[in-house]
Nanobody
């Protein structure tokens, strides 16, 4: 069983940076793919970014060039560096893991989810 837990959310001004982390626990985590998603109340959850077990990275167009996903397999942690944040980035951000780590991660049906962390971008 894999567990993931997000940290790092908070209030940030427009244009500012914030880094989220996702700590994973379980076996063979270096084989897993990890994704970041977000949800705004009243809207569907949307995919933001993912990283596969070969460190290949993928981004939604809305965050491309501003967000960077990375992983440190020695620490079983995945990061989402968010720069130039906009008010429309305000959401609860979720980390998720999938055991088919070599697959095309944007389309995976993720198996394991964290509880989420709130990110609010406001002046």
């Amino acid at each position: 069983q894999v567990q993931v837990a997000e940290r790092g959310g908070g209030l940030v001004q427009p244009g500012g940076p914030l880094r989220l982390s996702c700590a994973a626990s379980g076996n063979n985590l270096d084989y897993y793919a990890f994704g970041w998603f977000r949800r705004v109340p009243g809207k569907e959850r949307e995919w933001v970014s993912c990283i596969n077990n070969g460190h290949g990275t993928f981004y939604d167009d809305s965050v491309k060039g501003r967000f960077t996903i990375s992983r440190d397999d020695t620490k079983n942690t995945v990061y989402l560096q968010m720069n130039n944040l906009k008010p429309e980035d305000t959401a609860v951000y979720y980390c998720a893991a999938h055991r088919m780590g070599g697959a095309y991660c944007p389309i995976l049906d993720y198996d394991y989810w964290g509880q989420g962390t709130q990110v609010t971008v406001s002046s």
